[in-house]
């Protein structure tokens, strides 16, 4: 069954995320990017804001999560996700690794995709989660050769695909 809601918060979802992992790779890129990470964030925040607007507009559309048991299963990842990234942030600050926090924060949202893919019904969430976690460990080699931080490739990787993902939902939701 296709839920058009969940496709507009997909947009919004995604769309807001993007933004976000766009706004981290503005730690330390080279500065030529940053008028482009720039954009990319702006078009990011239209699409989530587009998304928003279709998700309030089909509101009382049915969605997956209208299922109790799909629901208590999102947020359960959804709760096991924070922990395991803050929990990792924290030890990796206090270790003093403190730049490999967006990568490991991608690869844990990468692999709570897989956990998502049951609950709301959707294979191309595993996709979103495979994309993640390559990120996640791409960044750790592109970076260093490029002279940038992990978190510039980290965010602009993470921003695409998110980005992809809420332009995705806006054309599910429009093929419905």
């Not at 769309?15 to 030529?32: D, L, T, V, Y």
């Not at 931080?149 to 599910?172: M, P, Q, Y």
Request: charged fraction near 10%.
């Amino acid at each position: 069954m296709e839920y058009i809601r969940d496709y507009t918060m997909y947009a919004s979802i995604f769309g807001m995320f993007s933004f976000c992992w766009f706004g981290w790779a503005q730690e330390n890129p080279k500065a030529s990017w940053r008028k482009y990470i720039g954009i990319a964030s702006g078009a990011a925040l239209l699409i989530c804001l587009i998304g928003v607007y279709l998700s309030v507009k089909n509101w009382n559309a049915p969605s997956a999560l209208s299922d109790t048991t799909s629901f208590n299963n999102y947020l359960i990842s959804v709760y096991v996700e924070f922990f395991l990234a803050g929990a990792g942030a924290f030890v990796l600050i206090k270790l003093k690794r403190s730049k490999y926090v967006s990568p490991w924060i991608a690869f844990i949202v990468g692999i709570h995709f897989i956990g998502l893919k049951s609950v709301f019904d959707d294979p191309s969430l595993y996709i979103l989660a495979i994309l993640l976690v390559a990120v996640s460990i791409i960044a750790l080699f592109i970076s260093p050769r490029l002279h940038v931080a992990i978190s510039a490739i980290t965010g602009i990787g993470a921003g695409t695909v998110l980005f992809c993902f809420a332009i995705l939902g806006l054309i599910r939701y429009l093929s419905v």
